[in-house]
């Protein structure tokens, strides 16, 4: 028998969100494939880099350190917020030096373009919403579906507890969820857009701009969801609030480098005709 009840509008909402977080990358690729001059080697190479970069080698570095700090975490909240600027710093670190990585050497053969780039966005962020995201969604709720009672009560209090506190989160938590791995692909295509930077313009400060963006930009959304409060419906509005700004400015940049890159071309093909 289970031993935790849950309302069917967090059920459907939990199982939405997995499906959006899940279908929604690979769907705006093949959009993305049918209208830009990028192959699928470039959206599996950009997964293979997150999965490298992240999973592989940022993840367990980062688990390590948190072992190791957890007790003067929990005594000083200053250590607390020089810990969540660490973590959004370290993620720009190593996410955008594997995108270079990615270019440099997966890519070494081939033209950059912006075409190529997006589709490496796509592929780097759509494995994070897929698998890193949307997997813990469906593992989460498959938990609290089958988790049996006699096991339940087997737990310490702090992990039963935590347990049942998600079966009463607000269904529109969990849709917000979804809208903000939405916007974190938005995020993702840019930065990768600004490092293939680095190769169109030759100048390697692209590469730093794009990690202080990551870094930036995941310190603005983690302080802002920690100032409201950290939990709850309000907190993780204003943290998707704060998503949207960066989901803004990332097309922003979108829009302008396209602009950019397709004057270019027709630069090249003017000289070439002439």
């Known amino acids: 028998m289970n031993a935790l009840e849950m309302p069917t509008t967090l059920i459907a909402a939990m199982s939405l969100s997995a499906a959006v977080m899940i279908v929604a990358p690979p769907v705006v690729a093949v959009w993305a494939r049918r209208r830009l001059a990028a192959r699928w080697t470039h ?124 079966t009463e989160q607000s269904p529109w938590t969990i849709a917000l969820g979804a809208a903000e791995r939405l916007m974190a692909l938005v995020l993702h295509v840019a930065l990768s857009v600004t490092v293939v930077q680095v190769f169109l313009r030759g100048e390697r400060r692209w590469l730093l701009v794009s990690i202080l963006a990551h870094g930036l930009a995941n310190t603005l959304v983690v302080s802002t969801m920690r100032l409201a409060g950290g939990e709850g419906l309000g907190a993780t509005l204003a943290a998707e609030g704060a998503m949207l700004l960066v989901a803004v400015a990332s097309a922003a940049w979108l829009v302008r480098t396209a602009r950019r890159q397709r004057g270019d071309e027709t630069s090249a093909r003017s000289t070439a005709a002439s």
Not at 74 to 98: K, M, R
Not at 124 to 144: K, N, P, R, W
Not at 145 to 154: F, I, K, R, S
């Open 43 to 166: 959206f599996f190479l950009g997964a293979l880099t997150f999965f490298l970069f992240q999973l592989v080698t940022r993840v367990p570095l980062v688990a390590l350190a948190q072992v190791g700090l957890a007790e003067r975490l929990e005594a000083s909240v200053p250590l607390q917020w020089g810990w969540l600027a660490g973590l959004s710093l370290s993620a720009g670190l190593f996410e955008e030096t594997g995108r270079y990585v990615c270019f440099r050497w997966f890519l070494r053969r081939e033209q950059k373009s912006w075409d190529a780039a997006v589709m490496v966005g796509l592929g780097h962020g759509g494995l994070e919403s897929m698998l890193l995201v949307g997997g813990a969604v469906i593992a989460t709720l498959l938990t609290l579906l089958l988790l049996p009672a006699e096991v339940l009560v087997t737990l310490p209090p702090e992990a039963s507890e935590e347990l049942r506190a998600l």
